[in-house]
């Protein structure tokens, strides 16, 4: 049974945010990897994604636009690091491939029966970027949204594939 994101601030430099998801790893993977899945559900409640380039494989690229509700565009950009399916992402994630805020993110998938405990680590190269993060961006609950979504995504693939 899935269970409520939780995020929270793991140390100075790293947030970390997790979730068990109803649903089996390879379905989960499947809509982290593939770009039809993640303009699904990619990013916080409300916001959209328009794809620019996407070629997933390490040292590949997903160069997307973020779209706010209020309309704002912010640019976005993964280089995938490292990619061991079905249970381990590593990208980089910033807004272009010279950002020096760039931080480094490492999802794991961890399949438990029917259900997948999904977590999230994002490390920043300085206490300072966490902060600013945490405290102008919202990441802790915009990452609760953003696993929920991927959560509530899952479970309509499922529905809609019976």
Request: aromatic share 10%.
């Amino acid at each position: 049974m899935a269970s409520a994101p939780s995020s929270r601030r793991a140390s100075d430099r790293e947030i970390v945010v997790s979730r068990t998801i109803d649903g089996p790893r390879r379905l989960v993977y499947e809509a982290f990897t593939s770009v039809r899945h993640l303009s699904q559900w990619w990013g916080p409640n409300g916001f959209t994604t328009t794809t620019r380039a996407f070629e997933f494989r390490p040292g590949g690229v997903w160069d997307f636009i973020m779209h706010t509700p209020d309309g704002t565009d912010l640019p976005n950009w993964i280089e995938w690091r490292e990619i061991v399916p079905p249970e381990r992402i590593v990208y980089l994630h910033g807004e272009g491939d010279d950002d020096p805020r760039a931080f480094v993110s490492t999802v794991t998938l961890v399949e438990r029966g029917p259900v997948t405990e999904v977590t999230m680590r994002a490390v920043f190269a300085t206490k300072e970027q966490c902060d600013a993060v945490i405290e102008q961006y919202g990441a802790l609950e915009r990452g609760t949204d953003h696993l929920g979504r991927l959560s509530a995504y899952v479970v309509d693939l499922i529905a809609t594939s019976r």
